[in-house]
């Protein structure tokens, strides 16, 4: 059943042109109506009642979201074509950028995946006698409270609310599920006549609580703390932030769905092999602290994620991607906005990746400026720290003739920039960019004036992990035989060997957590695949000698997808059975060290150390002094020698 498409030019303020968009989408585009959410209701309802219809307008969605509920029928999804399309100061068609946004919106959205976390409701409070407990008064009639005010604090003769006194040393855990741990901690007696008394003061005090309520004005408990879930801070000197803190927590109580952002793959990871660390850049970009050593491998806390998605982006080998939506999600639509563009006529469009800010941004452009350029296609994103290098790039390859990123507050900026970099260096310089402007109109001018280069001449949609998309898509910007120099910490180059210096004792090999690095079985040999290295450093780290260096590049001609080989010695013969056993250099050198050594003056010692395994052991059996020899056995006694020994007695 073909979708049906309902428009309106709101009250004629855009021009659409439905016989136009059903010839380049494909779909049943109706007669262009006016005023659907007012005059023409019952069109809109009686589109409702068909079924399988999108309504092109996001701004009226709770009207139709009412209507179809009066109707007894499923709501219907909105795509808004007015804001992002049809309300432009640019003359030129709007007709491919629509037909590209309503191509987009067709795609199958991925399922969410969500944890239930529970919270039954019980609050800490944090801060000074007069403002923490009148936030706890206000919060007793919602939530289960305890309030912790500051060592040496005056405890109030009541017994409604729970208070203690103490001095915070650590707090850990997300909404439903905090730790807290207090050093001199008191707690009331209840019993006694007169005033209340407290406990002795007790270090190491544990509490467990699922809501925090920081009112201290010190410093935050928790890196990136207005992402931590539960987790409430405000000003104690400034009221009004107050209330809202404390209005915010008394609707913390429930079962609540925590999305799960990313997905994990312990064993793609590069993080560290044999105690050796490698590749921490998702350790050093999470702001939350959600990503923690585990060995070789990284583990995320669900709970703590706030779901930014820059590990993604960073991630060199897919041990991490983002999964709200997934990463391959992110490509196909971009990928499906550029072809749209393009099959309906249009030429060198540009794209433009925001979030939930930036949409804001362009509905106010749009309502009240400029609105966006006519070959400007928006593309919204959950988490804008998720749109990466690779998606860059791929974006360019797909026909794109540039791609602008505008962060909203809670952007990584340094992230981002790290990833324009280098998308940068792999896409070619003034294709992508970050626009960090809070100011519509100034978002608008810097789209209107800025001039892109030619787009890609044939167009590529490669599929893939991100890693295999980057290099076909540099391959469409540049040839199969270009070699681009990367930025330090690239997740693609070379490991470069000192010959001299390597002994091949080929310890890289055993520890490349990537399979870049390999060995001859046959003969002593260094071998070396560029296209599958991930710059994780754990083989320049492990190297006893020293010998190997990284480069950052990205190698896009077919050597980089064989095993080249960095280093090759012949093997060295046993000098007592002539078998090949080792490197010859590597002989030479444990030969030249060892014979300095108290164990190794004399010639025979030496030459033990140029033996194979086998030969070595017999000798050292058949030396006068044979480490493996012992005494001699004692003579295994007798019945004869027990008789013996009582006819003697």
């Known amino acids: 059943m073909t979708k049906s498409l309902i428009t309106c030019d709101c009250l004629g303020t855009q021009s659409i042109d439905s016989k136009a968009l059903s010839r380049t989408t494909g779909m049943d585009v109706r007669t262009t109506c006016t005023a659907l959410c007012t005059t023409q209701a019952d069109?809109?309802?009686?589109?409702?009642?068909?079924?399988?219809?999108?309504?092109?307008?996001?701004?009226?969605?709770?009207?139709?979201?009412?209507?179809a509920e009066d109707l007894g029928v499923e709501s219907p999804p909105v795509l808004d074509l007015r804001d992002r399309a049809g309300w432009t100061a640019d003359d030129r068609s709007t007709l491919p950028k629509m037909s590209a946004l309503i191509a987009e919106a067709l795609l199958p959205a991925a399922p969410e995946k969500t944890l239930d976390v529970v919270s039954e409701g019980l609050c800490l409070v944090l801060g000074a006698p007069e403002v923490a407990l009148a936030a706890a008064d206000h919060l007793a009639t919602h939530l289960g409270v305890t309030v912790l005010l500051p060592e040496g604090s005056e405890v109030p003769d009541r017994r409604d609310i729970d208070v203690i006194t103490g001095k915070l040393r650590r707090a850990s855990g997300a909404l439903g599920q905090f730790e807290v741990v207090i050093d001199r901690l008191r707690q009331v007696q209840p019993g006694g006549r007169g005033g209340l008394t407290l406990t002795e003061p007790q270090d190491g005090g544990v509490s467990d609580c699922d809501i925090l309520l920081d009112l201290r004005g010190a410093t935050p408990l928790f890196p990136a703390h207005e992402k931590r879930e539960g987790y409430l801070r405000a000003d104690p000197t400034h009221a009004p932030s107050v209330a809202a803190a404390v209005l915010a927590a008394s609707h913390l109580i429930g079962t609540f769905?925590?999305?799960?952002?990313?997905?994990?793959?312990?064993?793609?990871?590069?993080?560290?092999?044999?105690?050796?660390?490698?590749?921490?850049?998702?350790?050093?970009?999470?702001p939350t602290g959600a990503i923690t050593s585990a060995g070789d491998h990284v583990t995320v806390d669900p709970m703590v994620c706030a779901g930014c998605g820059a590990c993604s982006a960073v991630c060199p080998s897919g041990a991490i991607s983002y999964d709200a939506p997934p990463v391959d999600l992110t490509f196909r639509r971009v990928q499906t906005l550029a072809k749209a563009y393009l099959d309906a006529g249009g030429t060198a469009p540009r794209l433009l990746v925001h979030d939930a800010h930036g949409a804001e941004m362009i509905s106010l452009s749009a309502r009240h400026g400029r609105g966006l350029p006519a070959d400007v296609i928006p593309l919204e994103m959950s988490a804008i720290g998720a749109f990466g290098h690779a998606e860059a790039v791929a974006a360019l390859a797909a026909g794109f003739a540039s791609v602008t990123l505008l962060p909203g507050p809670g952007a990584d900026r340094d992230a981002l920039t790290a990833q324009v970099a280098l998308a940068?260096?792999?896409?070619?310089?003034?294709?992508?960019?970050?626009?960090?402007?809070p100011d519509p109109d100034a978002m608008s001018d810097a789209l209107y004036d800025e001039t892109a280069p030619a787009p890609v001449a044939a167009p590529v949609r490669p599929m893939g992990t991100r890693r295999q998309i980057t290099r076909q898509a540099a391959r469409a910007l540049h040839g199969p035989e270009a070699q681009l120099p990367l930025p330090q910490g690239a997740p693609y180059g070379a490991v470069l060997v000192d010959t001299d210096a390597c002994t091949l004792c080929l310890s890289c090999v055993s520890l490349c957590p990537s399979g870049a690095l390999g060995d001859n079985p046959d003969k002593p040999q260094l071998r070396f695949q560029e296209d599958a290295c991930l710059q994780c450093g754990i083989c320049a780290t492990i190297c006893p000698e020293k010998a190997i260096t990284l480069e950052p590049r990205l190698d896009l001609t077919e050597a980089a997808l064989r095993q080249e080989v960095l280093n090759e010695e012949e093997p060295f013969a046993c000098v007592e059975c002539g078998a090949l056993f080792a490197s010859r250099s590597a002989v030479e050198r444990i030969t030249e060290k060892l014979s300095a050594h108290a164990m190794f003056q004399t010639p025979e010692k030496l030459r033990m150390l140029q033996m194979c395994?086998?030969?070595?052991?017999?000798?050292?059996?058949?030396?006068?002094?044979?480490?493996?020899?012992?005494?001699?056995?004692?003579?295994?006694?007798?019945?004869?020698?027990?008789?013996?020994k009582r006819r003697d007695h």
């Open 424 to 437: 940068l260096a792999i896409g070619g310089p003034d294709r992508i960019r970050l626009l960090d402007t």
């Open 257 to 286: 769905e925590k999305p799960l952002y990313v997905r994990t793959e312990a064993l793609l990871c590069a993080h560290s092999r044999a105690e050796q660390t490698g590749c921490t850049r998702c350790l050093d970009l999470c």
């Open 43 to 67: 069109r809109a309802a009686a589109a409702l009642q068909g079924g399988d219809t999108i309504f092109c307008c996001a701004q009226e969605s709770r009207f139709f979201e009412s209507l």
């Open 613 to 644: 395994e086998n030969c070595r052991v017999q000798a050292q059996v058949l030396s006068k002094d044979n480490p493996f020899a012992g005494g001699e056995r004692p003579r295994i006694r007798t019945t004869e020698d027990y008789l013996s």
